[in-house]
């Protein structure tokens, strides 16, 4: 059974960062052949794309977080990261990761690729003093 697992949340001052990670399990299941994006999601709104990495390390970064956020991924330990400096308080929400096999990264991110095979549960961010 396939598993992406997300760790890193917690609550952070305004300035503040954190850093997400999204590790994969599953018999034979390797991210070498996904793009794995991350997502979030705030109370009352809509599921959006945050950032997404592709096979080849390609990458696309939502406008609301280009130059504070930084997404990579580490194929030998079966992890992305994202790393999330100076975070604002608009940034609190639930951030989920997905992996979708062979996706142009920003399709992904924009969920206009078709779907995604894999979610997370999620981890909970909240930026607040």
């Known amino acids: 059974q396939l598993q992406l697992v997300e760790s890193g949340g917690g609550l952070v001052q305004p300035g503040g960062s954190l850093r997400l990670s999204c590790a994969a399990s599953?018999?034979?299941?390797?991210?070498?052949?996904?793009?794995i994006g991350w997502f979030r999601q705030a109370p009352g709104k809509e599921r959006e794309g945050v950032s997404c990495?592709?096979?080849?390390?390609?990458?696309h970064y939502a406008d609301s977080v280009q130059g504070r956020f930084t997404i990579s991924r580490d194929n030998a330990k079966n992890t992305v990261y994202l790393q999330m400096n100076s975070l604002k308080p608009e940034d609190t929400a639930v951030y989920y990761c997905?992996?979708?096999?062979?996706?142009?990264?920003?399709?992904?991110?924009?969920?206009?690729?078709?779907?995604?095979?894999?979610w997370g549960k999620g981890t909970l961010v909240t930026v607040s003093s």
């Open positions: 599953g018999f034979t299941f390797t991210l070498d052949y996904y793009a």
């Open positions: 990495i592709s096979m080849s390390d390609g990458t």
């Open positions: 997905a992996a979708a096999q062979d996706s142009p990264v920003q399709a992904m991110c924009t969920m206009t690729n078709g779907g995604m095979d894999y």
